[in-house]
């Protein structure tokens, strides 16, 4: 005998939040994954390449500088 509509709604919703709650894990898990390395390249690079680092740094904060105290028209 077939379940009741609501029945079969409340499977069918619990299935779709069981998937749901395990994507996110994955992708959580690899978005983690992915930032430590990035973190780990970047800590590298500074580390190997200094100067190169701070002239990057200082010219990005005259640009954000820039943009932020200019006026608008």
């Known amino acids: 005998m077939p379940q009741p509509n609501s029945?079969?709604?409340?499977?069918?919703?619990?299935r779709v939040m069981t998937d749901a709650e395990t994507l996110f894990r994955e992708t959580t898990t690899r978005a983690g994954e992915r930032?430590?390395?990035?973190?780990?390249?970047?800590?590298?690079?500074?580390?190997?390449?200094?100067?190169?680092s701070l002239g990057a740094a200082l010219a990005m904060g005259a640009l954000v500088g820039l943009l932020l105290t200019r006026k608008r028209r």
């Open 35 to 52: 930032l430590r390395e990035t973190n780990e390249q970047a800590t590298n690079y500074v580390r190997h390449r200094p100067w190169q």
């Open 7 to 14: 029945d079969r709604l409340r499977d069918d919703f619990q």
